[in-house]
């Protein structure tokens, strides 16, 4: 049935332009006239952004003074009062945060066929009208269809506090969400690392996706108020853009952690994404937490993620000070024992210490809920690096995995601290390039994937060219990244391109990096500059006495130099010491500098004594 003129029909609604008469199967609805005049805007634009702007100078005088934000909000919530929709599910009306509003249905327009046309005519125009109506209507499906979302990103959440000092909860319940929404494999969640440089960002959220190649992004803002906490969050479809689901949550801050399951319940629900039993039941709500000790947890991740001997200081305070006030919190306990462990790879504690209280407390985590990832993967860090126990480490990766199946740390440390020394290259990198997917813009684990790539080409005899664009990629994030011009810089030499390497290890051993003055001296010795090795030795010999410099490097110079007995006393000091680079000793069998010495007993009965499985 032909609509009457000046009539659109929309849903189940109609609604009579000319006598501002909005109906619903045949009944009025009362409609004011701020939001007849917004729907009239809406209508005559189906699919189409209004924006807030087009808005105010429709419904107000640019000489009027008055509330903009407050009216139009309220008179948009009449509206969706009139329609029965809501903000927080949207059927008709969808709300684009700072910007405007979008109808969400399709709107049909009265006929406007001359009858009078006879014969061809009226079939010509009926049809071209039928074109145009199908063109119409497959371009508002194609825009609005329900689009599959597998990859989201949570960015950082906006401190409402006013108060700098509080930042640490805002990035804190960002994590947590974070953490939660990444136990769900079916599902690609961005790492912290990945997203925390968006923090107060202008960038739209098109452009965000596209960089961190995400489907949809998360946003939203944190207020903590004495003991209870707000948390508002929305989800956002990147492509286009359009928001599928808002809500706010406010609760005492003792049920913090349910309520970090309720929102990551609620986004999985909204998208659809398969949950299993497991997974569910681990986003359910956990035990009410001590809000004072929580407070004191998230202070602690929020100085252990700036990696300086200071700062990793107050992490360890504020984790001792979270389990003083609650002896039986779990996450504080993983905290510490995070916090010891990065204490013994800076050196502030002996590698016996930093073993055994990261052991403790570890254990004491998992003891408490066995569900958390970190613990685990830190004692298989002790595991492989101190005892050689690859069976032991191996079990405790995969149970990390098993639990946060999108923890990009996890997936990282089985590929480069398990798979990789292994020789199992395969594997390693595609462990590895699963950990990029979860965290495309960490520059560590760019820079060890370009490492992998390398030793790759070093053991089958490749180009080389995949390691040297992927260390030029790290370079591009960030130029002055020692890790990156290493990762450049062995490359080159591995293919004899040896001004190119001494460049990259002059500019990381000059930024403070003794394993780039260690392959500086390497590229000497293999290409004939041998006075100069010999000189830089000196230099190495000289730190090792003051600063506990790796004795792998040492190992590594003498072997290049020739010089076996030198060699092998140094690389069994690397041996007493468990150094971490010890790992990867069997990737000297197809480096020039050291393969010469391979089949000597003495590195033999290194390797024997290290474990290796077959």
């Known amino acids: 049935m032909s609509l009457p003129a000046h009539t659109v029909r929309f849903g189940s609604f109609q609604l009579d332009l000319r006598a501002a ?42 000489d009027t003074f008055v509330d903009f934000e407050h009216g139009l909000n309220t008179a948009v919530k009449r509206l969706r009062e009139a329609l029965g929709d809501s903000a927080e599910n949207p059927r008709y009306i969808e709300t684009l945060p700072r910007h405007g509003y979008r109808l969400m249905v399709p709107v049909e327009k009265p006929q406007v066929v001359q009858v009078r046309v006879r014969g061809r005519k009226v079939f010509w125009a009926t049809s071209v009208l039928l074109v145009v109506a199908v063109a119409a209507g497959l371009v508002w499906w ?5 689009m599959k979302i597998e990859s989201l990103a949570v960015l950082p959440l906006e401190n409402l506090s006013g108060d700098p000092e509080e930042e ?58 004495g003991e209870k906490v707000r948390i508002t969050t929305q989800l956002v479809q990147a492509n286009p853009e359009r928001s599928l689901w808002s809500e706010s949550y ?14 990551a319940r609620a986004i999985t629900s909204e998208i659809k994404i398969k949950v299993t039993p497991q997974e569910h039941a681990r986003l359910a709500g956990r035990r009410p ?76 985590a998992l003891e408490l809920d066995d569900t958390l990832a970190v613990p685990h993967t830190l004692l298989a860090g002790i595991r492989l690096q101190r005892n050689w126990d690859w069976a032991g480490a191996e079990k405790e990766l995969k149970r990390a995995l098993e639990l946060e199946p999108g923890n990009a740390t996890v997936h990282y440390r089985y590929a480069f601290a398990y798979l990789f020394p292994q020789g199992r290259l395969d594997e390693g990198i595609a462990e590895m390039k699963r950990a990029l997917e979860l965290a495309p813009l960490s520059l560590i684990i760019n820079a060890n994937l370009g490492i992998m790539l390398r030793e790759r080409d070093e053991v089958r005899g ?69 006075a100069e090795a010999l000189k830089l030795l000196g230099e190495i010999r000289e730190l090792y006495k003051k600063q506990g410099t790796e004795a792998y490097n040492l190992w590594l110079i003498y072997a290049a ?27 000297c069998t197809f480096d020039p500098a050291c393969k010469n010495l391979s089949s000597d007993p003495r590195f033999q009965d290194v390797v024997r004594r290290m474990n290796f499985p077959p």
Request: hydrophobic residues 35%; glycine residues 8%; aromatic residues 10%.
């Open 21 to 62: 008469e909005l109906c619903h199967d045949g009944t009025k609805i009362k409609l004011p006239e701020q939001p007849f005049q917004i729907l009239t805007e809406l209508v005559q634009h189906p699919g189409e952004v209004v924006t807030r702007e087009e808005l105010r100078q429709r419904l107000w005088r640019s």
């Open 561 to 587: 130099l020739g010089d076996r007995d030198h060699a092998f006393a140094w690389l069994e000091k690397a041996y007493e010491q468990r150094e971490f680079t010890l790992l990867y000793v069997r990737y």
């Open 462 to 530: 490749g180009s080389y060219d995949d390691a040297i664009e992927q260390c030029r990629k790290i370079l591009e994030l960030d130029s002055n990244f020692t890790v990156g011009q290493m990762c450049l810089g062995q490359a080159y030499t591995l293919k004899g391109m040896y001004a190119e390497a001494a460049t990259q290890f002059s500019r990381c051993a000059e930024a403070g990096n003794d394993e780039c003055l260690r392959r500086l001296a390497v590229v000497y010795v293999r290409s004939g500059r041998r």
């Open 142 to 146: 194609l825009q609005w269809r329900p």
């Open 168 to 225: 640490y909860f805002a990035d804190g319940m960002t994590q947590a969400l974070i953490t939660e929404l990444g136990k769900v494999q079916a599902m690609r969640v961005i790492s912290w690392q990945s997203v925390k440089q968006f923090k107060g960002t202008n960038k739209p959220v098109p452009q965000i996706a596209r960089e961190l190649h995400v489907d949809a992004v998360v946003e939203g803002s944190a207020l903590r108020a």
């Open 250 to 263: 406010e609760r005492d801050l003792r049920d913090i952690l349910a309520l970090q399951g309720d929102v």
């Open 289 to 364: 937490v001590n809000p004072e000790a929580y407070q004191a947890y998230l202070k602690g991740g929020y100085y252990l993620e700036k990696r300086t001997a200071n700062d990793i200081r107050k992490a360890n305070a504020s984790f001792q000070h979270a389990i003083e006030i609650d002896p039986n919190y779990a996450m504080g306990y993983a905290g510490l024992a995070e916090s010891y462990y990065l204490a013994g790879g800076y050196g502030m504690l002996t590698n016996e210490e930093a073993d055994s209280k990261t052991t403790a407390a570890a254990r004491k």
